[in-house]
């Protein structure tokens, strides 16, 4: 990589002589598209290197009470027309979620939750919903798949409930789960503009 703060050419390890597409200044660097993200690497940390992950989707922040609720596939999705939010989380208290957990981001490909850890094991029978109660909101069977699921610090010493970090990633939406899920981001969220998180 060689870069005179104005121009920047990046050379590929396939094709020597390739450049990357679409090199663009953002607020930390510079943002890669068309490259292969291995050769991405971020120099800030003194006596580091920390890989940048490329993005496929651009991320949103989620400022209202969005859910995620992972269920098995022999549960029926919620029925939540015309229902009062009482009614609403006894529909969800009656699915018997597998997680359930308030979403922190999301993107077109996937989105990242907090949840309390569960007993219950996740089998290749589970699908995503995602619900926003206060408007009516809600996307079901959403088929995914899980990036990681990891411990977070434990912000009440003592605390017996062990909270956990998942991100998933959508797998083979329908036409029309894609563009209802688009039309409630734009709706719904605003978009992160650092590069920091995973999703």
């Known amino acids: 990589m060689v870069s005179d703060m104005n121009d920047l050419i990046v050379i590929g390890k396939g094709n020597p002589f390739q450049l990357a597409d679409d090199v663009e200044p953002i607020e930390e660097g510079y943002d890669f598209t068309g490259i292969d993200d291995s050769l991405l690497l971020n120099f800030n940390e003194p006596g ?6 490329h993005r496929n ?3 949103f922040n989620l400022g209202e009470d969005v859910f ?6 022999s549960t029926v999705p919620l029925n939540i027309r ?3 939010m009482g009614c609403i989380a006894c529909a969800v208290f009656n699915a018997k979620p597998a997680r359930l957990g308030r979403i922190d981001n999301i993107s077109m490909g996937g989105l990242m939750f907090e949840h ?3 007993k219950t094991q996740l089998n290749k029978a589970v699908v ?7 408007c009516r ?3 079901a069977n959403i088929p995914f798949k899980i990036k990681d699921d990891v411990v977070l610090p434990d912000d009440i010493p003592g605390s017996t409930f062990e909270m956990r970090r998942m991100r998933l990633e959508f797998h083979n939406l329908s036409a029309y789960q894609q563009a209802r899920l688009n039309k409630f981001i734009l709706n719904h969220s605003t978009e992160i ?6 999703v």
């Open 193 to 198: 503009y650092e590069i920091s998180g995973k």
């Open 116 to 118: 309390i850890a569960g």
């Open 48 to 53: 580091r290197k920390r890989r940048i992950e």
């Open 82 to 84: 015309r229902k009062s």
């Open 128 to 134: 995503l919903d995602i619900l926003l109660a206060d």
């Open 68 to 73: 995620a609720l992972i269920r098995s596939t």
């Open 57 to 59: 989707h651009k991320r």
């Open 137 to 139: 909101f809600y996307l």
